[in-house]
C-alpha cells in the first residue's frame, strides 16, 4: 500500500456530523496522525471565516482550500492560490439570472466570507430558504444586499438557485454565452434547514472561476508541502468533492453520500466507507493502514 503523506477532508457531511461537530473519536485518531508525521488538510465549500474554528479544532498547519476550492490560504490567512469569475463574467451570470427566473447569490472576492444578495430579492421565498439554512449552518461571516444593478465585483462563485426547469434553462444560457468566464454545473439542493419539498422541487446552478475547482486546491497545496499527489488520500461526500476525489492517490467516499455518486467517480483506488455520523472515518483511516 502506497505510504499516505497528507490526509484531505472536506468538511460538511464528511469531517463534520450532523450536528456539525467533529466527533471525539476523529478528533483522536486526527491528533495521532499528525503525532506520527502525517499531515492535515481542508478542503471546503466554506469561506476561510467559517472554516477557521476547525483549523484551530485540530491544530492544522498546512494551507487549506475554501469556497469550493477558489481559495487556498495558510493558518494566518495568507493568501497562496485563487482563481475569480471577472467583474463582466459575474453581469453575465446576474444576466442570466433575470433572464431564466434564478435568484442569485454572490460569493465576492473581496472580502473573504462574504455572501452578495440583491436587494430586490430581500424576502423573496428563495432567500428566506437559504438565509435560514445559512443561520443554521454559518457557511459565510457576512451577508449583504446591494441593488443588483450596483454589483460591481469579482467573485469566487455565484450559486444560481430556482425551480429545476429555471436552472436548466439558466445552465443552457450559460453554455451560450460566446465568451465563457465561468464554467457551470447543475447540483441537487442539500442543506442543513431546507425542507424536502424544497430540495425535491429546486436545484442550483454553481458558477466557478474557469480552472478552479477542489482538485486545484488540492494539487496547490500539496505542491506547497512537496508531497506527490500518489502520497495524497482525500475524503469526501457530494458532487463538488469528484474532482478532488479523482486527484487523490486514493480517494474516500462517505457512506452517507448520495446514492449514485460512487459510479460517477473515475478512480482506481476508491474506498467506499461508512458514514459521517458513524465510524466512518475511523474505519477508512484504519483500511489506509495510517491508524
Known amino acids: 500500500m502506497t505510504e499516505i503523506a497528507l490526509v484531505a477532508f472536506d468538511l ?13 473519536e476523529v478528533k483522536i485518531a486526527l491528533n495521532e496522525l499528525q503525532r506520527t508525521g502525517v499531515m492535515l488538510t481542508l478542503i471546503t465549500g466554506r469561506s476561510f471565516a467559517a472554516t477557521l474554528p476547525f483549523i484551530e479544532e485540530l491544530d492544522i498547519m498546512t494551507p487549506v482550500g475554501v469556497v469550493h ?23 453575465d451570470a446576474l444576466d442570466i439570472a433575470e433572464k431564466s427566473g434564478c435568484i442569485p447569490f454572490i460569493v465576492g472576492s473581496d472580502h473573504d466570507g462574504e455572501l452578495i444578495i440583491c436587494e430586490e430579492h430581500k424576502g423573496h ?31 469566487f462563485g455565484v450559486y444560481l ?28 439542493i442539500h442543506a442543513t434547514g431546507v425542507s424536502e419539498e424544497f430540495e425535491n422541487q429546486s436545484a442550483v446552478a ?28 482525500a475524503f469526501g461526500d457530494w458532487h463538488n468533492d469528484i474532482p478532488m476525489l479523482e486527484a487523490a492517490g486514493t480517494a474516500i467516499l462517505m457512506g452517507n453520500a448520495p ?27 484504519r483500511k489506509l493502514g495510517v491508524y
Not at 460538511?12 to 471525539?24: A, C, E, Q, W
Open 12 to 24: 460538511d457531511g464528511t469531517l463534520l456530523d450532523s450536528r456539525k461537530k467533529i466527533r471525539s
Open 69 to 91: 476550492g477558489s481559495f487556498v490560504r495558510d493558518k494566518q490567512g495568507l493568501e497562496i492560490a485563487k482563481r475569480v469569475i471577472p467583474k463582466p463574467g459575474v453581469r
Open 125 to 155: 421565498p428563495v432567500v428566506e430558504t437559504v438565509l435560514h439554512a445559512e443561520s443554521d449552518q454559518v457557511l459565510f461571516d457576512e451577508i449583504r444586499f446591494i441593488k443588483c444593478e450596483d454589483i460591481d465585483l469579482a467573485s
Open 161 to 188: 438557485v430556482g425551480m429545476k426547469d429555471s436552472v436548466t434553462e439558466a445552465l443552457t444560457l450559460c453554455d451560450s454565452l460566446p465568451v465563457q468566464l465561468f464554467k457551470s454545473g447543475l447540483y441537487p
Open 206 to 233: 454553481m458558477l466557478s472561476p474557469v480552472g478552479a475547482d477542489k482538485a486545484f486546491a488540492l494539487r496547490e497545496i500539496a505542491d506547497c508541502l512537496g508531497v506527490g499527489m500518489e502520497t495524497v488520500a
Open 259 to 285: 446514492k449514485g455518486l460512487y459510479q460517477k467517480i473515475n478512480h482506481p483506488n476508491l474506498l467506499r466507507t461508512g458514514p459521517n455520523d458513524g465510524s466512518g472515518i475511523i474505519e477508512a483511516l
